[in-house]
């Protein structure tokens, strides 16, 4: 089955925030060559990319509101802004970084953790 990746629209059935090939693009640039990783097949890397993302809709409780009710992610929203006061539009780069940070952690068997603190 292959990977339905969200483009900004609202897609009602997205199921990642970056495809295979632009997470490979962006972990041979910030992790370079990793033995795991470069042998996985796209079909693993997939899955993880359906993982990383549920995973982080799933600990994140993101600025603003959904933009449309019939989105199956949690981006794109409305009424979310960066550091800058700029309101996003469509899927925060960062958003994908992210995504293609947790697949490597998914593929590469890495343990993922998350640490709650109340103020």
Do not use: H
Not at 47 to 68: C, H, I, M, P, S
């Amino acid at each position: 089955m292959a990977l339905i990746v969200e483009d900004g629209t609202g897609l009602s059935t997205a199921e990642s925030y970056i495809s295979v090939a632009d997470a490979d693009t962006y972990i041979a640039a910030y992790r370079g060559a990793n033995a795991t990783w470069d042998a996985a097949a796209d079909a693993t890397k997939e899955v993880a990319a359906r993982q990383a993302t549920k995973y982080l809709d799933g600990t994140n409780a993101w600025k603003g509101q959904k933009e449309f009710s019939t989105q199956a992610l949690g981006w794109p929203r409305v009424y979310a802004y960066d550091e800058t006061g700029t309101a996003y539009d469509g899927i925060p780069t960062a958003l994908e970084q992210a995504t293609a940070e947790v697949m490597f952690l998914i593929v590469t068997g890495e343990t993922i953790t998350e640490t709650v603190t109340k103020d």
